[in-house]
């Protein structure tokens, strides 16, 4: 294979490939939260309670205060969630 039909299927298959941004658990709705892998409807339906509730989340430690939610299903979304510019990192 030469180069060049090299480059063009690397370049197709990086450019295929969908971006993922973090969920603002601040502003998502149910369903955007649903779609997060590893939570369901009552996950998403109890971190919009919190936030109705509570106010914005200032940071993600907060989802520890939230009914379903301790450390290690913290840590499983890291990368998935944010509240805005701050992001859950490994």
């Known amino acids: 294979m ?21 969920v603002n658990i601040n502003t998502a709705t149910q369903s955007e939260l649903e779609a997060v892998k590893g939570l369901g409807p009552a996950k998403a339906k109890a971190i919009i309670a919190y936030r109705e509730a509570h106010g914005n989340f200032k940071n993600l430690d ?9 450390g290690a299903s913290i840590e499983k979304l890291k990368g998935e969630l944010s509240v805005g510019a701050e992001k859950i990192r490994k």
Request: charged share 15%.
């Open 2 to 22: 030469n180069k060049l039909a090299l480059a063009v299927l690397l370049i197709g298959g990086l450019l295929g490939l969908p971006a993922m941004a973090a």
């Open 62 to 70: 907060e989802l520890d205060n939230v009914k379903g939610f301790g």
